[in-house]
Every structure is written in C-alpha cells, then in structure tokens.
C-alpha cells in the first residue's frame, strides 16, 4: 500500500490515516512493523507528534557539517553588515542627514535574536532511510561520464525489489543515466576550453560583426547637432505672405530698425526662399532668429549664411553664442575658432597642425583660452571688442563669469551702442548672481532696440529671480504681444503661431508661482488677449 493511499482519504469520508493510527496505538505494544507501509505510518506519526519548534538559525548553523562551515571560511559574525556606516543615512531626502538615527533603530544582534515563527512542515523522507549509501564529494573531486552511470545503476541495484520506488520519478531519471540517455559527467573539449580576452573579443566581432557595424556609424551620435534637435535645413513658416513681395529684405531691414523683431524675421525668410544663394539674407535671418529667442533656427540659418560668404566674422561670435544658449559647447569653441582662421588679423595665430575636432571639450577650451590671449596681447593698446566679445563667450561657457563680465565691460568701452553687448554682459551679471547690475544691462539693450525680445524675456527671468513675479510676468507678455504682431503676415492662416515656446512656459512657471492657478489655465491654452486683460496690458 501506497503512502498517497493512507494519506488521501475520500471527500467526506473517514480518513484512512486515522483509521490506520488508531488501530497502530491500539496494537503498538503487541506489534512490530513487519512492512514497509507499516514502517512509513510509524515514522509519520512519530513527527505530527511532535511539538512544534521555533525556527531557530544557530541550531541550523550547528547541524551544518563542521567541514563545510570551516571550508566557507567564516563564522556566523563573519555575515554581519556594520550598520553603524548606514545608521546615519536617511532613505529619504529630508531638512536633516541624521533622519533615522543610530538610537531608533534595533541592533543587528536585536534582529538577528527575533523568533521567526511558522508550523513546522512534514519533513519528505530522508535518502539515509532507504539504506543507500550515499557518498559526497569534496569541491576538489571530480566525476567521469562512467563514474555516473555507475553510481547511477548500483543505486538502481539497491531498490529494485522495492515496489514503493519502482514508479518514483527519482528512479527513472536514474534508469535513464544508468542507461546512458542523460549525459552528466562528460563535456565537449569547445565547453572546457579557456578562451583568452583577445580570443573571446575576435568570436564576438566576428558573430557580431554587421550590428558593431551599425554601433560604429551612431556612437557618437548624441554630440551631433541632429541629437541636440539642430535641423540641417531650415525650417520655414509656412503661408508667409512676404514670399510675393521681392522687396521682403529690404522691408525686413526697415522692420528691425523699428524694432519689430518677428515681422523682420518673416521678410528675412522671404529674402531667403527668394535667393537661397545670398548669404546677407541667410546673415539677418539668423541674427534676428536669435534676437527672436529661436537659437535653433538661428544656428541653421547662419550657417547657411557662412557656408556662402566665410568672411562674415560677426556670424561666428553669433552662432557661438546660440551654441551656448543650446548647451553645445564643443560647437561653441570650434565656431570661435572659425572666427580667429577667418579673421585677417589673427589667422597667423592659428595652428595648422592641430584638428580642434579631434580634441576632448577641456583640452579645446583651453586651446580656445589660450589663441584669443595671444590675440588680445598683439595689441595692448588698442581694444578690439570683436576678440573681447569671442573672450567673453570662452568665459561663459566654461563659468568664469566674473572674467566674462570684464571682457564685455572692455567691448562696450568702444562699442557702447551695441544692443546684443549690453544683452550680453546682463545674462552675465544674472549668471554670477548679480541680479539688480543685469536689469541695467537689460535696459540699456532695451532703450537702443526695443524690440529685443531675447534682452526682455532675459529682464522677465532676473525678475524672476528676484521674487518679483508679477514684473516678470508682464516682461514675458510683452515678448509675446511683440510676436504676435507678426501674424498680421499670415491673413490666409489663423493657426500660424510665431511665439516662442520657451516664453510660454516660463509664463505659465510664474503663474503657478504667484498662485494664478486660473490665469495658468489661460497660458496652456495661449489665451493672449484674456492675460492681456488680467495684467493690465494695452
């Protein structure tokens, strides 16, 4: 009989089991097991009639054969963490580092002293009791193929007459190595071999070879300018009326002067459209692009421009700068140094042994630093405010602004009706934590263009700064009233937006700050005239 056949009794009926252990308690003292089954209920019986224990982890570190604890070389202290390097370290950021001090929380020992309680489950029958002998191996032993098999068939020997494990599953996956069908002791000579780093490096490059191929051609992808969202061609607004009108750069000329930034920049457009071959068209339209707050299209556009006519020098400082504004320095630095090679001047100082493209960004700064010293130092006596500019922009990427504020300081001093100079040395002086001297700046660039937009978004922020939300949010307003007027040259399209994103975000920034929670519902949705009446704004 079957120890499924005493355990498993019928749905509803009397269990067998306790048939059966009534009747052996009843008759205990007279019998002796004389079968197998009988020796299986004793042994049942004699664990469900123990009391339950309390899990304990030294009484199971003690049972553990002496040879094995010794051969992990380390006592149960050995486990131990020292608590004491992470007491003082809160999970969560909080006001204090000391958040979950050493005094809160229970030692390890504590911990380790705590009863973990669970009934204690039937234990399955040992391989000791079914009086095979069973030996182990030491980690230095090792097995052949043969050894197994023959392992495998004397313990296939030793129970063959015990019907209980004739349909064990245990028993057929040892028939099954006996007999050769499952191969455990014996490894291919490919498996065992050790290869060497060059070896593994080869098979890889190898098996591999069509996707390090595609690897190779994007691993630097994340420092193009595609990765950085620069498009190669320049995107342009559609439905611009000014593409009919062959006077759109010359109106677009007139436009700046009065200080209408965006409606420049549509008739830029226009003049590029009409002659993509004019660098003076790509020239404005990029300057005013960045005037405009759009770095991104302003740098297509000037480089549209220098790839025509490279003798523009005052692209190269203006593109430098918007590399800047876009957090790419490298590009930066490089188009800085395309300013100094195209420069008549200084293009004796420039190196030709050396691939600024091949250089890390430290080494290029200090490349960089040290051409425009030595330009600076050709003649002391006289201020060159394009090279003060260039220095100024090396300054500020690298965050020596105090430095920064002096070369722009020194270019004013013989370039002081020079907007883009004074917007310039604001963003600097706000940069070092210098808010009240930038708005002067600020204002200076505002009363030589009024339609600055970058200088007034640049005024809004360090009013930000300052605390003084409700001034910030009107400077941001008005930046954005000046790019609406440009959609007066799209009377077929309604839709068309000419605002910058960046504004608007910044705006709804300072809603939330001042609690308009209403009024930042009116910026997602780009209500202008309904924030025009909320801020008072004519």
């Avoid at 300072?510 to 997602?524: T, Y």
Wanted: one cysteine or more.
């Amino acid at each position: 009989m079957s120890l499924n056949k005493l355990v498993g009794g019928d749905c509803g009926g009397n269990n067998s089991l306790v048939q059966l252990s009534n009747i052996v308690r009843r008759d205990a003292s007279q019998s002796q097991p004389h079968s197998q089954a009988d020796r299986f209920v004793n042994e049942f019986l004699a664990q469900n009639a123990q009391i339950p224990q309390t899990f304990n982890m030294n009484a199971l570190l003690n049972n553990l054969p002496k040879d094995n604890v010794m051969k992990s070389g380390a006592s149960t202290s050995s486990y131990v963490p020292d608590m004491s390097t992470h007491m003082n370290r809160s999970w969560n950021a909080g006001p204090s580092s000391s958040y979950m001090s050493h005094a809160m929380m229970p030692s390890f020992h504590m911990m380790q002293q705590q009863p973990i309680f669970y009934p204690q489950a039937p234990q399955p029958m040992a391989m000791s009791q079914l009086n095979v002998p069973m030996q182990y191996e030491t980690a230095a032993e090792t097995m052949t193929n043969e050894d197994v098999k023959g392992k495998a068939q004397e313990y296939v020997n030793s129970v063959k007459d015990d019907d209980e494990m004739a349909y064990n599953q245990f028993m057929s996956f040892m028939k099954k190595i006996s007999a050769g069908e499952i191969n455990l002791g014996e490894s291919t000579q490919k498996d065992q071999r050790k290869l060497s780093r060059d070896e593994i490096l080869d098979e890889m490059a190898e098996k591999y070879k069509e996707e390090w191929d595609k690897l190779s051609d994007v691993q630097n992808y994340w420092d193009t300018e595609a990765a950085n969202g620069i498009s190669k061609d320049y995107l342009f607004t559609e439905g611009n009326i000014m593409l009919e009108n062959r006077s759109a750069l010359e109106i677009g000329k007139e436009k700046l002067k009065m200080g209408d930034i965006p409606g420049a920049v549509l008739c830029f457009e226009a003049a590029a459209q009409q002659q993509p071959d004019s660098a003076e068209a790509w020239f404005l339209l990029g300057t005013t692009q960045a005037e405009n707050e759009q770095d991104p299209l302003a740098i297509t556009a000037l480089k549209k421009s220098l790839e025509i006519n490279p003798t523009q020098l005052e692209g190269y400082i203006t593109l430098a700068a918007a590399y800047t504004n876009e957090n790419m320095s490298k590009y930066a630095y490089i188009s800085l140094l395309d300013w100094l090679k195209a420069s008549p001047k200084y293009s004796d100082i420039f190196p030709q042994d050396v691939d600024p493209r091949k250089l890390e960004v430290k080494e290029l700064e200090a490349h960089v630093k040290s051409l425009y010293l030595k330009a600076v130092q050709l003649n002391m006596n006289q201020i060159d405010p394009d090279v003060q500019n260039a220095l100024g922009v090396v300054f500020n990427i690298c965050q020596e602004y105090d430095k920064a504020v002096d070369c722009f300081k020194t270019a004013l001093m013989v370039s002081s009706d020079n907007a883009k100079l004074w917007n310039r040395l604001g963003a600097t002086l706000a940069n070092s934590d210098k808010s009240e001297q930038a708005v002067d700046a600020y204002h200076q660039a505002l009363n030589l263009e009024p339609g600055f937009i970058r200088a007034r978004y640049n005024v809004g922020i360090t009013c930000m700064n300052l605390g003084a939300h409700r001034q910030a949010a009107e400077h941001f307003l008005v930046a954005l009233n000046q790019q609406y007027k440009a959609k007066s040259m799209f009377p077929e399209s309604s839709s068309t937006d000419t605002s910058s994103s960046t504004i608007w975000t910044t705006l709804r920034m300072v809603c939330s700050f001042m609690g308009e929670h209403d009024v930042a519902k009116l910026v997602d949705d780009r209500n202008l005239t309904e924030l025009n009446k909320f801020f008072e704004l004519d």
